[in-house]
């Protein structure tokens, strides 16, 4: 089977989130072996089964608590802030 259409037939329309990146998980057919690794591990597995089995509400009502959360971190900005070239724990 040709690359695109193994890609086109595991990737959802884009347009939102939905269920289909957890189902295409479930079936193993990460678009990404990053993306796939969420199986490996059993809390991360139950996540994914979870997001796969409902109409996506428990995955938006979790994304929008890690935005939240995400808001309330006060990253620096601007002047205050700082844009590594290099993302080294030693840099």
Avoid: I, W
């Avoid at 678009?31 to 996506?56: H, I």
Wanted: net charge positive; proline share 1%.
């Amino acid at each position: 089977m040709p690359y695109f259409q193994q890609l086109s037939s595991s990737v959802s329309s884009g347009a939102g989130f939905d269920t289909h990146y957890y189902q295409s998980l479930l079936r193993g057919r990460g678009l990404l072996f990053a993306d796939q690794q969420l199986m490996a591990n059993e809390r991360t597995a139950r996540l994914v089964r979870a997001y796969a089995s409902d109409d996506g509400s428990t995955f938006r009502m979790d994304f929008a608590r890690a935005m939240m959360k995400m808001s309330n971190l006060n990253a620096l900005t601007g002047s205050q802030g700082q844009v590594r070239l290099e993302c080294t724990l030693a840099g």
